[in-house]
Structure formats: C-alpha cells, structure tokens
C-alpha cells in the first residue's frame, strides 16, 4: 500500500535487491501479523507515487468496466519513463474514497501489487527496527490480533515483482 513520495507511509519506497531467504535464517521466519485498520495513512498525506504497470492498469480497467485508454486519461499519469496514479488535491490516491471514519480503495480487489504487497517489503523485513519504523505510521503493522502471515506467504509476497516498487 507505500509510498509515494513522501506520505507518512509511503508505498512507493525504493527497495532494496530481493535477497533469497531460507527458513530459519531471517528474523521474521516464524511469520508476522499484519491486519490493515483501514486508517488511510498509506493512501494519503503528501504528494508522491503509486506507481502502477500495465499489468496493473489491465486489471484496474477491467474492474472498473473502461477500456484501457480512457482509464489510463482518467486517472493515470506519466512520470518519466513509469506511470503513477493521479492523486486528489489533497494528495490522496486517486481511488481513496473516504466514509464512515474509514478509508477505501475503491479497487481494493485488482489494487496495484505495490499496495496489495504492503507491508512485506524488503525495506520493512531489512530489520525488527525497520518493522517498527514503519509501524508507527501503519497500525496494520502492530496489531497483534492480526491476520498471521507465514514465511512463504510474506516472501511470495515480498518478491512480487509485477508492479516494481521502485
Ligand atoms: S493500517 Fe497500514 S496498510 Fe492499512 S490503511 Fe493504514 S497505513 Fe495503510
Ligand atoms: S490504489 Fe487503493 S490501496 Fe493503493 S494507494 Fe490507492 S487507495 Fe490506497
């Protein structure tokens, strides 16, 4: 779901090369919980990035019943040689929809594989610390009733290059 630009949590952080990790050998090997508060925080604040491919862009156009290039006008944007969606005047995504006290992604089902892949980041699993960095600005990160997520998943997860990060 990081991030762009500068937002509080951002889904667009650089990353860092993949590095292959066997069971055992990483510090988040027996899993970590992740349960996302719907509080907005990685789809907001200020202006940045949710960067987005044209494997994104097909299943975002699909969901959304357009053809690719009236959704790409709509709500893409070039950023030099990639493509991000536009954002709002207040810098959120262009597909946060707000209600209730709670943020939506109006296209949470087919939503980028930078966001879908948050936060099982190679820049989050570096370290506990880095985990807890971006904890304090993600609550989904520090629930600790939170969905279990197991080494496999977080790592199929973490190397899911369809939509780079950087
Ligand atoms: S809990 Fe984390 S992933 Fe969910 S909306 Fe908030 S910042 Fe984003
Ligand atoms: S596409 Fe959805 S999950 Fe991704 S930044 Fe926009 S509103 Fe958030």
């Not at 990790?21 to 090997?29: K, S």
């Not at 570096?126 to 993600?138: F, L």
């Amino acid at each position: 779901m990081a991030q762009k630009k500068s937002r509080s949590v951002s889904l667009t952080v650089s990353q860092a090369a993949p590095t292959p990790a066997a069971e055992g050998e990483v510090w988040y090997a027996e899993g970590l919980r992740f349960n996302c508060s719907q509080c907005g925080n990685c789809c907001s604040g200020g202006p940045g990035y949710v960067w987005i491919s044209t494997y994104d862009m097909d299943r975002i156009a699909a969901y959304l019943k357009m053809d690719f290039d009236t959704f790409t006008r709509t709500y893409v944007r070039r950023i030099g040689n990639r493509f991000s969606l536009l954002e709002k005047f207040n810098y959120d995504c262009t597909f946060l929809k707000r209600e209730n006290g709670k943020s939506m992604c109006m296209v949470y089902p087919v939503r980028p594989t930078q966001c879908r892949t948050w936060p099982f980041w190679d820049e989050n699993l570096k370290s506990p610390q880095h985990w807890e960095n971006s904890a304090a600005k993600c609550p989904g990160m520090c629930d600790a009733d939170g969905k279990k997520f197991e080494l496999a998943e977080i790592e199929r997860r973490r190397s899911d290059t369809a939509s780079p990060h950087e």
